[in-house]
């Protein structure tokens, strides 16, 4: 347990189907993050927030929009999305000035 | 551009064997250096981290890693590994940037331990 909870664990969605993982931390962090896993491909950061605010956005397609309505919780919505995102999504959190990421346990996302 | 090279990606060893994971990295500048731990099932966790000083880390589970600035090198050592050191292992190189950290990954290594 890393006290970052992320729901659900797992997700299958049609391509037409709208969805939202979400992720939760109450270690006091100000930094959260979107990862995507893939098989046989390294980490993919997707969105970073610090203090609330959306600082990296890497080149990410638009059918994934990231929500951060405040500091302990973050949400990736999810529409219209294609079978090749089917990937484990991992959430993480830090403290501003500190190198070290707490890592949820993930959602295994399959878009069928 | 940062990024790390981990040239195996499947290892297996004996219980009680000595372990030893190649991490290999490219970075400008000083790098900060991670060793995460994934189970089947769970998210990553943090081994060790080097950002400066003793070049030989001491980490949790028994894990060591030494950074080799002349190799550009971060492997990761175990003296006698056990059962439940089964798991996929990621090495990582990142900053500190603006308050939040620009980490990138390797590919991972599977580690399989069989009795």
């Known amino acids: 347990e890393t006290g970052v909870t992320q729901t659900p664990r797992h997700l299958v969605m049609g391509m037409t189907n709208k969805k939202s993982l979400k992720c939760e931390q109450h270690?006091?962090?100000?930094?959260m993050y979107w990862y995507k896993q893939s098989a046989k491909k390294p980490l993919e950061l997707m969105f970073v927030y610090s203090l609330e605010e959306r600082v990296e956005n890497n080149s990410v397609p638009s059918r994934f929009s990231p929500e951060c309505p405040n500091s302990s919780h973050l949400f990736l919505h999810l529409h219209t999305l294609q079978p090749e995102d089917s990937a484990l999504y991992l959430c993480?959190?830090?403290?501003?000035?500190?190198?070290?990421?707490?890592f949820g346990q993930g959602t295994r996302l399959t878009v069928v | 551009a940062q990024s790390v090279t981990q040239p195996d990606i499947h290892i297996t060893v004996s219980e009680g064997a000595s372990l030893e994971l190649r991490c290999n990295y490219s970075y400008g500048a000083t790098p900060y250096l991670f060793w995460y731990v994934q189970s089947p099932g769970q998210g990553l966790q943090l081994l060790l981290k080097?950002?400066?000083?003793?070049?030989l880390v001491q980490g949790i589970k028994g894990f060591e890693a030494e950074f080799k600035r002349s190799q550009s090198s971060f492997n990761l050592r175990k003296p006698s590994v056990h059962w439940s050191d089964a798991a996929e292992y990621f090495c990582a190189v990142g900053t500190n940037s603006g308050g939040y950290q620009k980490v990138t990954f390797g590919i991972g290594t599977k580690l399989q331990v069989i009795p």
């Open positions: 080097y950002f400066s000083g003793d070049t």
């Open positions: 993480a959190s830090s403290l501003t000035g500190s190198t070290e990421a707490f």
């Open positions: 270690l006091g962090h100000n930094a």
